[in-house]
């Protein structure tokens, strides 16, 4: 799930902190590195990576992404964030077709330390849980991810009533899983850098 990095539009409350041009230049960075660890992870053939945009149109969108060398993108359209992860995963099911759902693994561009190995450490939780889910250091989740047999039942349970960009997002989402008893296993939290606090956490 990715932004398009234009100036003055992109981590609007880090660039209240250290300006608009190096709030930037930081998203561009960790984008960079995003893509980066998402092709490492195509290479290795540990999972098929598809980037959903918004703030541009088609063809800006088609251009970017041969710059980038993706070769899978979509839109994430209108709503909230909530809303966007329900019609990817809409979008998936509808392409793979009835038989061939596959677990799907949400990850953002704000972690500088993302990992290959936590795609690879996500997948292997995912054998055995329905839900897995990396806390931010913000009360959200830098990851969120669901197994086959949980999409197949069309289960958007973690999505209801969420009031999104608050402290409270990963705990509404456990306590909306919890409601079915859905399986769920966690990863190590990470700090999203949303504002010039997050960089001050990383030391």
Same mark, same amino acid.
């Given at each position: 799930?990715?932004?398009?990095?234009?100036?003055?539009?992109?981590?609007?409350?880090?660039?209240?902190?250290?300006?608009?041009?190096?709030?930037?230049?930081?998203?561009?960075?960790?984008?960079?590195?995003?893509?980066?660890?998402?092709?490492?992870?195509?290479?290795?053939?540990?999972?098929?990576?598809?980037?959903?945009?918004?703030?541009?149109?088609?063809?800006?969108?088609?251009?970017?992404?041969?710059?980038?060398?993706?070769?899978?993108?979509?839109?994430?359209?209108?709503?909230?964030?909530?809303?966007?992860?329900?019609?990817?995963?809409?979008?998936?099911?509808?392409?793979?077709?009835?038989?061939?759902?596959?677990?799907?693994?949400?990850?953002?561009?704000?972690?500088?330390?993302?990992?290959?190995?936590?795609?690879?450490?996500?997948?292997?939780?995912?054998?055995?849980?329905?839900?897995?889910?990396?806390?931010?250091?913000?009360?959200?989740?830098?990851?969120?991810?669901?197994?086959?047999?949980?999409?197949?039942?069309?289960?958007?349970?973690?999505?209801?009533? +969420?009031?999104?960009?608050?402290?409270?997002?990963?705990?509404?989402?456990?306590?909306?899983?919890?409601?079915?008893?859905?399986?769920?296993?966690?990863?190590?939290?990470?700090?999203?850098?949303?504002? +010039?606090?997050?960089?001050?956490?990383?030391?």
């Amino acid at each position: 799930m990715v932004k398009w990095p234009r100036f003055g539009s992109c981590k609007t409350r880090l660039s209240k902190d250290i300006g608009k041009k190096n709030a930037l230049k930081i998203q561009n960075k960790m984008l960079s590195h995003t893509l980066s660890v998402s092709k490492n992870v195509k290479e290795r053939k540990i999972a098929e990576v598809r980037m959903a945009i918004t703030g541009m149109g088609f063809n800006s969108s088609r251009r970017w992404c041969k710059d980038l060398g993706i070769n899978n993108f979509c839109f994430q359209g209108e709503g909230c964030l909530g809303e966007k992860m329900k019609r990817q995963i809409y979008k998936s099911q509808r392409i793979l077709g009835t038989y061939q759902k596959k677990n799907i693994i949400f990850i953002g561009t704000d972690l500088p330390n993302l990992c290959h190995l936590d795609i690879v450490k996500t997948i292997s939780k995912l054998e055995n849980k329905d839900v897995v889910i990396g806390p931010s250091n913000d009360g959200g989740y830098w990851l969120i991810a669901f197994s086959q047999r949980f999409i197949s039942n069309n289960n958007y349970l973690p999505f209801i009533n +969420i009031k999104w960009s608050s402290n409270v997002v990963l705990k509404r989402t456990i306590d909306n899983l919890n409601q079915q008893e859905i399986n769920i296993d966690f990863l190590n939290t990470k700090i999203d850098i949303d504002t +010039i606090h997050d960089i001050d956490k990383r030391g």
